[in-house]
């Protein structure tokens, strides 16, 4: 008797883990998708890909099928029960409708932490030393002909909103370097996990830190958490990082925040509509902007290729997934 393996869909690329993925065909039946784009994948899911059972997709491959919200996800079919995404953040993703249909949705929480954290503390001491103006000027000959006097990291407060696990390894970072941190959670961290950061509520979070690193994550009630508002009641002077998702602050009114001068600087990795960049942000050389470079090293990205395939093969094996998102955890 023959035993149909689970029908498992990849959905963009593995780049380094293609021998754990050819490995996955001693438990699943293994396809790539074809399909040029969300119309032609959702006619495919009524034809070659009608008994998928999960689906491993990349940030990047939105551009086929769009995101997986509540009108894609009615076109798959039954047998549909896995969502396994390549990375930290899964805002491409509806968790609602997921979970209203018992589908199961896991991410990539810890692979990606030090390196992104590594790039949090890399903006944060541009900004702060002005290391963009001072290429820019260097670009230009001009040698440091007008850069202005930069501050050190060492005393100042950096406030970190959305302490979880990249933000305790920014912590253990900034700390390096002489710098305080306190953060703002919807929850308060154990003893443990805190580790000696500060809680404090978010509007002292704003008034207090001379630093500000973003690092929540982006859903319904978290964009444009950083507004008009919000820039209000921060120091004068601040610095703003960004390596979370662009749509947690308004750009719009970061880009008056800077022209007024209540931000000094800034440094971001990410943007609200990505890759397009707002103008006022490219044209600022008190802005140094990076390509969402966070997770962009070999190691992190065979890391988190392998973890995406080890959550298939739990889910497929056991049932359960590895790393199931925090909105689901109840369902396993």
């Known amino acids: 008797m023959t035993v149909t393996k689970p029908h498992v869909l990849l959905l963009g690329e593995i780049r380094h883990a293609k021998a754990e993925w050819e490995a996955l065909s001693d438990v699943a039946t293994l396809s790539v998708c074809d399909s040029a784009n969300r119309e032609e994948f959702i006619k495919d899911l009524k034809g070659k890909y009608s008994d998928v059972v999960a689906v491993y997709r990349t940030f990047g491959s939105v551009a086929i099928s769009g995101r997986f919200d509540a009108e894609l996800l009615k076109e798959f079919p039954s047998s549909f029960k ?23 949705i896991s991410n990539c929480p810890s692979t990606v932490d030090d390196a992104t954290a590594d790039v949090n503390m890399f903006l944060i001491l541009g900004a702060l030393r002005n290391f963009n103006e001072a290429m820019v000027s260097l670009r230009k000959g001009n040698w440091n002909a007008g850069v202005p006097l930069s501050n050190d990291p060492e005393g100042k407060v950096l406030g970190i909103l959305g302490m979880g696990g990249i933000g305790r390894a920014l912590k253990k970072r900034a700390e390096a370097f002489g710098m305080t941190v306190q953060y703002y959670n919807r929850n308060e961290l154990s003893t443990e996990l805190a580790a000696g950061a500060k809680y404090v509520s978010f509007d002292e979070l704003l008034a ?12 319904p009630k978290t964009r444009h958490t950083i507004n008009k508002e919000a820039f209000e009641k ?5 610095v703003i990082v960004n390596t979370a998702r662009g749509a947690v602050m308004d750009e719009a009114a970061l880009v008056d925040a800077l022209e007024s001068g209540k931000v000094k600087n800034v440094g971001l990795d990410v943007f609200e509509a990505e890759p397009k960049i707002h103008p006022g942000l490219l044209s600022n050389e008190k802005v140094i902007l990076l390509p969402h470079m966070g ?9 988190m290729e392998i973890q995406v395939l080890d959550n298939i093969r739990a889910a497929l094996t056991t049932g359960k997934l590895n790393t199931i998102v925090p909105e689901q955890v109840s369902l396993q």
């Open 234 to 238: 921060m120091k004068d002077g601040i």
């Open 208 to 219: 207090t830190s001379d630093v500000l690193s973003l690092n929540l994550p982006l859903n």
């Open 295 to 303: 997770t962009l090293t070999y190691e992190t990205q065979k890391k």
């Open 82 to 104: 896995y969502i396994c995404h390549n990375g930290a953040g899964y805002d491409q993703i509806d968790v609602a409708p997921c979970t209203e249909r018992d589908i199961h």
